[in-house]
């Protein structure tokens, strides 16, 4: 199995619109002004040469490299051009293709030379779209992903059961898709701070820490093992979210209110083209200067858009009066497909 990953994949877009910006530092982000408050989508290489990176502000990043040139996000272009990589991927004969964002999908192939099979994806990639590509092979999933970190920018790279300890066993466990800067530091306070650690540990070991699934799931990540199969069934949103950093933080319980009604307005919208009940939503705030909680609430199952907007007007109540608030996010979950095999009968009645 393939992993394909688009290089500097916003960048690489504005780039191609852009012919003139070629070979230097871009970076994509909000609106494109770092006077306001955002953050960076993506950032060329030339840029990452500086240390900017996804998440940071703009701001930061504006600072870093004066001379970069700034853009404001196009979303609208990059599906675009993502929709045109995966219909390459899909174009090729025999494989079978997993979509696992705009930028990066699975790739499952029947072949003897992998790697051949690897640059002539990137090859058909790079004549139909101009972009280009890295690619991780492994035999399986999490290979494949991890892989191709190895194999950037434009490379492809191999990952395997023989060579997984051998180049991933000195390396510490946030290097493992799937483990963040928390879990991480949680492993290292169980002693386990490589990935050879992790791979060497009984999974029972974890259950105290992380619970009877997340436990042995982390330590089967530090063998590189898990699914074997790309699964090319459509993705379906379990929910929807919308956030919004303000330019000047909100103290007026009145704005607040303002605000959480209309992030939950963009929010139904994107609900009801589903047509899935809501039985779930998370208020997430972020309090200047940089200060991040969530609430949240289970309801039953509901296509009725007064309930939910209520029920996030509920959790409004929860935000520190007068705090300043600088970041509202909105998520609304939803019942599964599956659900109504179980008892749940998802309708369009009220949206």
């Given at each position: 199995?393939?992993?394909?990953?688009?290089?500097?994949?916003?960048?690489?877009?504005?780039?191609?619109?852009?012919?003139?910006?070629?070979?230097?530092?871009?970076?994509?982000?909000?609106?494109?002004?770092?006077?306001?408050?955002?953050?960076?989508?993506?950032?060329?290489?030339?840029?990452?040469?500086?240390?900017?990176?996804?998440?940071?502000?703009?701001?930061?990043?504006?600072?870093?490299?004066?001379?970069?040139?700034?853009?404001?996000?196009?979303?609208?272009?990059?599906?675009?051009?993502?929709?045109?990589?995966?219909?390459?991927?899909?174009?090729?004969?025999?494989?079978?293709?997993?979509?696992?964002?705009?930028?990066?999908?699975?790739?499952?192939?029947?072949?003897?030379?992998?790697?051949?099979?690897?640059?002539?994806?990137?090859?058909?990639?790079?004549a139909e779209t101009r972009l280009h590509c890295s690619i991780g092979i492994g035999d399986t999933l999490v290979r494949a992903k991890v892989a191709t970190g190895f194999g950037k920018p434009a490379?492809?790279?191999?990952?395997?059961?023989?060579?997984?300890?051998?180049?991933?066993?000195?390396?510490?466990?946030?290097?493992?898709?799937?483990?963040?800067?928390?879990?991480?530091?949680?492993?290292?306070?169980?002693?386990?701070?490589?990935?050879?650690?992790?791979?060497?540990?009984?999974?029972?070991?974890?259950?105290?820490?992380?619970?009877?699934?997340?436990?042995?799931?982390?330590?089967?990540?530090?063998?590189?093992?898990?699914?074997?199969?790309?699964?090319?069934?459509?993705?379906?949103?379990?929910?929807?979210?919308?956030?919004?950093?303000?330019?000047?933080?909100?103290?007026?319980?009145?704005?607040?209110?303002?605000?959480?009604?209309?992030?939950?307005?963009?929010?139904?919208?994107?609900?009801?083209?589903?047509?899935?009940?809501?039985?779930?939503?998370?208020?997430?705030?972020?309090?200047?200067?940089?200060?991040?909680?969530?609430?949240?609430?289970?309801?039953?199952?509901?296509?009725?858009?007064?309930?939910?907007?209520?029920?996030?007007?509920?959790?409004?109540?929860?935000?520190?009066?007068?705090?300043?608030?600088?970041?509202?996010?909105?998520?609304?979950?939803?019942?599964?497909?599956?659900?109504?095999?179980?008892?749940?009968?998802?309708?369009?009645?009220?949206?």
């Amino acid at each position: 199995m393939l992993h394909v990953d688009l290089d500097q994949f916003i960048a690489a877009v504005e780039v191609l619109r852009r012919p003139e910006l070629a070979g230097r530092p871009v970076i994509v982000g909000g609106r494109g002004d770092p006077a306001e408050r955002a953050v960076v989508s993506t950032a060329s290489y030339e840029a990452r040469a500086y240390g900017v990176g996804s998440g940071m502000p703009l701001r930061i990043a504006a600072r870093k490299v004066p001379d970069a040139v700034i853009l404001p996000v196009d979303q609208e272009a990059y599906l675009e051009a993502s929709e045109k990589v995966m219909a390459v991927l899909r174009s090729q004969a025999g494989a079978t293709v997993q979509v696992l964002g705009w930028d990066e999908a699975f790739v499952g192939i029947e072949s003897t030379d992998p790697e051949a099979w690897a640059r002539q994806l990137q090859q058909a990639v790079l004549a139909e779209t101009r972009l280009h590509c890295s690619i991780g092979i492994g035999d399986t999933l999490v290979r494949a992903k991890v892989a191709t970190g190895f194999g950037k920018p434009a490379g492809i790279f191999r990952l395997t059961k023989g060579n997984w300890l051998d180049v991933m066993g000195d390396r510490p466990t946030i290097d493992l898709w799937g483990v963040g800067t928390k879990v991480s530091q949680r492993l290292a306070s169980l002693g386990i701070k490589s990935v050879a650690a992790l791979a060497a540990v009984d999974p029972n070991d974890l259950v105290p820490e992380f619970g009877p699934k997340m436990g042995p799931w982390y330590a089967q990540l530090g063998r590189g093992d898990g699914a074997r199969v790309v699964d090319d069934t459509p993705w379906v949103a379990r929910g929807h979210s919308r956030e919004t950093t303000f330019q000047h933080d909100l103290t007026d319980a009145a704005e607040i209110d303002d605000a959480v009604r209309e992030l939950a307005a963009r929010v139904l919208e994107d609900v009801a083209a589903e047509g899935r009940p809501v039985v779930g939503l998370t208020l997430k705030v972020r309090y200047a200067p940089f200060s991040t909680t969530t609430f949240g609430r289970k309801i039953p199952a509901t296509p009725d858009p007064a309930v939910v907007l209520a029920t996030a007007l509920d959790l409004v109540s929860k935000i520190e009066p007068g705090r300043p608030v600088r970041l509202l996010g909105l998520r609304a979950e939803m019942t599964m497909p599956e659900d109504s095999r179980k008892g749940h009968t998802p309708t369009r009645s009220g949206w």
